[in-house]
């Protein structure tokens, strides 16, 4: 069987343990080089593939392919790009083989969330439909931890270890301030119809350390009444509260409470700004002083508290998704299989990406109390390992000594394509 190169590529929001996930894909293929020749990046996600603007990943040293794995955000680039059908669009599909035939790529390892696992099953179709062998491997990533049949999605647990640390820490200080000033204090984070993120907010609080929090989940329609009544018993019994809001919350007309107007590449309504409209309703409800902020890109950027857990998962994840490939897997997703909660431990898993592409996975029923403010025991059961262990990365100055790679660039063989 003839060698042949390979594509990775990053898309979607990026997350501070998806370069692990490209030390795993780059890492093994490295070790397989019998199988696999060079690994050319996509410069900005498969915007690269069709611009034919490669990386050439073998101009980087080894010990720069490890520090990927302490290094957050995307390395090579994201985007947010999704194919559109091969019949709405064939001339783009023409383009990936034309430029997967330049460069004799025969194997597309595509790292990102739902929007990315339609486009990986997409380009592993291209056999099919337009007679050129492509092995199309899809590598988890999310923060939103929605995509289904994998336990978890790498990106969630460093992200829910950053909301849970930040709601008790943000919660200690509210607590120091509640005598004669601030009472609420409100946090917005990431969570447009999956209310995973906010979900973590509640490991703040534990049996050895109870704080009073409450959970705007986006699968519970916000009711204004219900909620004050809610923030105004927490404070009258502890003097302050936390609230932990998805930026994806919805009232009862079924409209985002932050919904901007605006609309992203994907055609998703762009949100945030839900914490000054959840802070403004407790202001003009209760009178009470508050303080809100909105975690934004620091979620998803802070490898400096990143979850062991996470770091292993999502490296496993792009050294499963190798070997699936050179295995001769098409149009697969590697997942992680939860063996058991106590001790925790998992394995490695596979999935058609058929089942995965455009299906959300959302909080089940039973992880949200009944009065749909917190979390209940068994949601607790299935957060707390995914935000185990300290993965802490090299300091240099007092600051995180994160690698920047030298993105050199493949010279191009065919003409120039406008998107």
Known sequence: MAIKNAFYAQSGGVTAVINASAAGVLETARAHSDKIGKVFAGRNGIIGA???????????SAEAIRALRHTPSGAFGSCRYKLKSLEQNRREYERLIEVFK????????????????DTCLKVSQLSDT?????????????????LPITDCCPGFGSVAKYIAVSTREASFDVASMAKTSTKVFVLEVMGRHAGWIAAAGGLASSKDCEIPIVILFPEITFEKEKFLAKIDSYVKQFGYCSVVVSEGVKGSDDKFLSDQGLRDAFGHAQLGGV???VANIIKDGLGLKYHWGVADYLQRAARHIASKTDVEQAYAMGKAAVEYAIAGHNSVMPTIERVSNTPYSWKVGMAELSKVANVEKMMPADFITEDGFGITEKCRQYLSPLIEGEDYPPYKNGLPDYVRLQNTGVSKKLGEFKL
Do not use: C, M, R, W
């Not at 492509?134 to 929605?146: E, F, G, L, R, S």
């Open 102 to 117: 330049a460069h004799d790529i025969g194997y597309f390892f595509y790292n990102g969330g739902g929007d990315s696992a």
């Open 50 to 60: 069709l611009t034919e603007d490669l990386i050439d990943t073998s101009a980087e």
């Open 130 to 146: 337009l007679g050129y062998p492509i092995q199309a491997i899809h590598v988890p990533k999310t923060v939103d931890n929605d």
């Open 275 to 277: 914490a000054p409209v």
